[in-house]
Nanobody, 128 residues
Framework: QLQLVESGGGLVQPGGSLRLSCQASGFTLGSQAVGWFRQAPGKEREGVSS????????NYAGAVKGRFTISRDNAKNTVYLQMNSLKPEDTGVYYC?????????????????????WGQGTQVTVSS
């Protein structure tokens, strides 16, 4: 059974950092495109960052570029999102996702329509 489980969310002050983790089971993350998404209250889910199946290509939304870093540990079958210089507008539920049904060629997508397996989400709140 395919499963993604996020962890690492919490409450942090503006300017602080958090590292989110997403552990996969039932499939190998290292062979799939993966992405991080977030949804703020009253807003649509948006793509934050993604990584190609090879790990050689990454993609970031403009709002997080230079502050967030996606990485993967194949031995742990886990993908991470390091978030630095957090802002109140980064608040939301963060989801990881994987594209398991077919291979994606090219820059890993930030559209949630391109992913078919999802975690349950972890809350990130940036507030003083």
């Amino acid at each position: 059974q395919l499963q993604l489980v996020e962890s690492g969310g919490g409450l942090v002050q503006p300017g602080g950092s958090l590292r989110l983790s997403c552990q996969a089971s039932g499939f190998t993350l290292g062979s799939q495109a993966v992405g991080w998404f977030r949804q703020a209250p009253g807003k649509e889910r948006e793509g934050v960052s993604s990584m190609s199946s090879s790990g050689g290509s990454t993609n970031y939304a403009g709002a997080v570029k230079g502050r967030f870093t996606i990485s993967r540990d194949n031995a742990k079958n886990t993908v991470y999102l390091q978030m630095n210089s957090l802002k109140p507008e980064d608040t939301g539920v963060y989801y990881c996702a994987a594209r398991t049904l077919s291979r994606w060629i090219g820059l890993p997508p930030l559209s949630d329509l391109r992913y078919d397996s999802w975690g349950q989400g972890t809350q990130v709140t940036v507030s003083s």
